[in-house]
Protein backbone atom coordinates (compact mmCIF):
# COMPACT_ATOMS: atom_id res chain seq x y z
CA UNK A 1 0.00 0.00 0.00
CA UNK A 2 2.86 2.60 0.22
CA UNK A 3 3.15 3.44 -3.34
CA UNK A 4 -0.68 4.16 -3.93
CA UNK A 5 -0.54 6.66 0.02
CA UNK A 6 2.81 8.17 -1.53
CA UNK A 7 0.41 8.99 -4.48
CA UNK A 8 -2.61 10.03 -2.38
CA UNK A 9 -0.04 12.34 -0.67
CA UNK A 10 1.51 14.04 -3.22
CA UNK A 11 -1.78 14.56 -5.23
CA UNK A 12 -2.82 16.74 -2.08
CA UNK A 13 0.10 18.28 -1.34
CA UNK A 14 0.57 19.88 -4.84
CA UNK A 15 -3.35 20.42 -4.57
CA UNK A 16 -2.85 22.25 -1.64
CA UNK A 17 0.28 23.53 -2.99
CA UNK A 18 -1.48 25.26 -6.31
CA UNK A 19 -4.34 26.35 -4.22
CA UNK A 20 -1.95 28.35 -2.10
CA UNK A 21 -0.54 29.56 -4.68
CA UNK A 22 -3.90 30.97 -6.07
CA UNK A 23 -3.37 29.49 -9.69
CA UNK A 24 -5.65 30.39 -12.06
CA UNK A 25 -5.17 27.71 -14.89
CA UNK A 26 -5.13 24.95 -12.06
CA UNK A 27 -9.13 26.66 -10.51
CA UNK A 28 -10.50 26.87 -14.05
CA UNK A 29 -9.08 22.80 -14.16
CA UNK A 30 -11.16 22.60 -11.18
CA UNK A 31 -14.47 24.02 -12.39
CA UNK A 32 -13.96 22.10 -15.26
CA UNK A 33 -13.83 18.74 -13.46
CA UNK A 34 -16.47 19.70 -11.71
CA UNK A 35 -19.09 20.19 -14.58
CA UNK A 36 -17.50 17.39 -16.19
CA UNK A 37 -18.25 14.82 -13.46
CA UNK A 38 -21.53 16.52 -12.68
CA UNK A 39 -24.46 14.13 -12.95
CA UNK A 40 -26.01 14.55 -16.58
CA UNK A 41 -27.62 12.22 -18.95
CA UNK A 42 -24.74 9.98 -17.67
CA UNK A 43 -24.26 10.01 -13.95
CA UNK A 44 -21.03 10.43 -12.03
CA UNK A 45 -20.81 6.60 -11.79
CA UNK A 46 -20.59 6.24 -15.60
CA UNK A 47 -18.42 9.01 -15.63
CA UNK A 48 -15.73 8.25 -13.27
CA UNK A 49 -15.68 4.54 -15.20
CA UNK A 50 -15.15 5.78 -18.50
CA UNK A 51 -12.23 7.90 -16.46
CA UNK A 52 -10.88 4.81 -15.09
CA UNK A 53 -10.47 3.41 -18.83
CA UNK A 54 -9.01 6.30 -20.08
CA UNK A 55 -6.52 6.90 -17.20
CA UNK A 56 -5.09 3.08 -18.30
CA UNK A 57 -4.38 3.26 -21.83
CA UNK A 58 -2.76 6.85 -21.04
CA UNK A 59 -0.89 5.17 -18.29
CA UNK A 60 -1.40 7.86 -15.42
CA UNK A 61 -1.33 5.97 -11.79
CA UNK A 62 -2.35 8.91 -10.06
CA UNK A 63 -5.45 9.28 -12.63
CA UNK A 64 -6.37 5.21 -11.77
CA UNK A 65 -6.32 5.98 -8.50
CA UNK A 66 -8.63 9.05 -8.35
CA UNK A 67 -10.54 7.80 -10.66
CA UNK A 68 -11.14 4.12 -9.44
CA UNK A 69 -11.74 5.34 -5.85
CA UNK A 70 -14.37 8.24 -7.02
CA UNK A 71 -16.12 5.15 -8.80
CA UNK A 72 -16.18 2.95 -6.11
CA UNK A 73 -17.56 5.98 -3.87
CA UNK A 74 -20.30 6.75 -6.89
CA UNK A 75 -21.50 2.90 -6.30
CA UNK A 76 -19.82 1.64 -9.13
CA UNK A 77 -18.93 -2.41 -8.28
CA UNK A 78 -15.50 -4.29 -8.66
CA UNK A 79 -16.78 -5.58 -11.57
CA UNK A 80 -17.64 -2.25 -13.51
CA UNK A 81 -14.86 -1.07 -12.71
CA UNK A 82 -12.67 -3.89 -14.25
CA UNK A 83 -15.16 -4.19 -17.19
CA UNK A 84 -14.25 0.27 -17.77
CA UNK A 85 -10.29 -1.34 -17.34
CA UNK A 86 -10.63 -4.35 -19.72
CA UNK A 87 -12.02 -1.58 -22.21
CA UNK A 88 -9.44 0.29 -21.79
CA UNK A 89 -7.03 -2.90 -22.46
CA UNK A 90 -8.82 -3.38 -25.79
CA UNK A 91 -8.32 0.71 -27.09
CA UNK A 92 -4.68 0.65 -26.33
CA UNK A 93 -3.32 -2.98 -26.55
CA UNK A 94 -0.68 -4.84 -25.37
CA UNK A 95 0.86 -1.34 -23.89
CA UNK A 96 -2.00 -1.00 -21.79
CA UNK A 97 -2.25 -4.48 -20.27
CA UNK A 98 1.25 -3.63 -18.32
CA UNK A 99 -0.90 -0.10 -17.08
CA UNK A 100 -3.80 -2.93 -15.72
CA UNK A 101 -1.15 -4.38 -13.49
CA UNK A 102 -1.84 -1.06 -11.42
CA UNK A 103 -5.32 -0.79 -12.10
CA UNK A 104 -5.58 -3.97 -10.13
CA UNK A 105 -4.10 -3.17 -7.31
CA UNK A 106 -5.85 0.21 -6.95
CA UNK A 107 -8.84 -2.02 -6.94
CA UNK A 108 -7.96 -4.41 -4.43
CA UNK A 109 -7.05 -1.48 -2.16
CA UNK A 110 -10.59 0.04 -2.61
CA UNK A 111 -12.80 -3.35 -2.73
CA UNK A 112 -10.93 -5.40 0.00
Known amino acids: MGKLEDIRRERKQAHAKLLALKSKV???FLEMREAA???GDLSKK????????ISVVINC???M??????????????REVLEAVEV???M?????VVS?????EVMDSVFE
Open 92 to 96: GGGPV
Open 37 to 39: FAD
Open 100 to 104: TRFAL
Open 88 to 90: GME
Open 61 to 63: ESC
Open 65 to 78: QWHIEQAAMAGATR
Open 46 to 53: YKELIAAG
Open 26 to 28: YEA
